[in-house]
């Protein structure tokens, strides 16, 4: 009769990691279940909306922002901790957004100053 020695403790934690038989099957289940959708060109005077809200945002405001970003709308909810007219860059906590990409932003404070 045979005798087994005792498992380390990292053996024993091997049997009850999960298995990932198909290498990138999450990664495909995920790019499947992503809605591509082609970017919305704005109108005149939607730009135009955005351009005056634009210039009342300052840093530190909390605001939402859909913008565009790799086929598909994102929207992001934070406090703007840049905002550069030149570079034309809005950045939400970490998110850095240009300008061109931005659908809509909206925030209490912007709506009490632009009465929308």
């Given at each position: 009769m045979a005798i087994r020695g005792k498992m380390s403790q990292a053996d024993r934690a091997k049997q009850f990691m999960p298995f990932a038989a198909l290498k990138g099957y999450e990664d495909a289940l995920r790019m499947?279940?992503?809605?591509?959708?082609?970017?919305i060109e704005l109108s005149e005077e939607r730009k135009e909306v955005l351009d005056?809200?634009?210039h009342y945002i300052n840093r530190g405001d909390i605001v939402s922002v859909v913008y565009f970003y790799e086929?598909?709308?994102l929207k992001v909810t934070g406090m703007v901790s840049r905002l550069?007219?030149?570079?034309?860059?809005?950045?939400?906590?970490?998110?850095?957004?240009?300008?061109d990409d931005i659908y809509d932003i909206d925030s209490e404070q912007l709506n009490q100053k632009l009465n929308f």
């Open positions: 499947k279940e992503k809605i591509t959708v082609d970017k005056q809200k634009l086929e598909e709308y550069d007219l030149t570079a034309r860059v809005l950045k939400v906590v970490n998110t850095k957004i240009a300008f």
